[in-house]
Nanobody, 125 residues
Framework: QVQLIESGGGLVQAGGSLTLSCAAS????????MGWFRQGRGKEREFVAA????????YYADSVAGRFTISRDNARNTVYLQMNSLKPEDTALYYC??????????????????WGQGIQVTVSS
């Protein structure tokens, strides 16, 4: 079992930045591919970014590529999502997810085994 707790969300103006953190516990964090997903009001949960266990491979949704950066610190059992140049359409509940092994190209929610509770990010125009 892996427990995931997100932090760092909040309200920011368009063009601003936020960094989300996801602290993991319960299993060997470095064995897990980590992903970030988001769900806007009335929308399906969608893939944002993922990173392999070593941090050597990352993948981004087209909508955030060039603005968001995913990274991880295995010594701290934490994965981060640095979000720059935020837009109102980035407003959503952001979820951290984990799966044992796998590729950073795993973009489907069903491929992840563990989920955090989500944290709100609101971008005002």
């Amino acid at each position: 079992q892996v427990q995931l707790i997100e932090s760092g969300g909040g309200l920011v103006q368009a063009g601003g930045s936020l960094t989300l953190s996801c602290a993991a516990s319960g299993r060997t964090f470095s064995n897990y591919t980590m992903g970030w997903f988001r769900q806007g009001r009335g929308k399906e949960r969608e893939f944002v970014a993922a990173i392999t266990w070593s941090g050597g491979s990352t993948y981004y949704a087209d909508s955030v590529a060039g603005r968001f950066t995913i990274s991880r610190d295995n010594a701290r059992n934490t994965v981060y999502l640095q979000m720059n140049s935020l837009k109102p359409e980035d407003t959503a509940l952001y979820y951290c997810a984990a799966r044992y092994g796998g590729s950073a190209y795993y973009t489907a929610t069903g491929l992840y085994d563990y989920w955090g509770q989500g944290i709100q990010v609101t971008v005002s125009s």
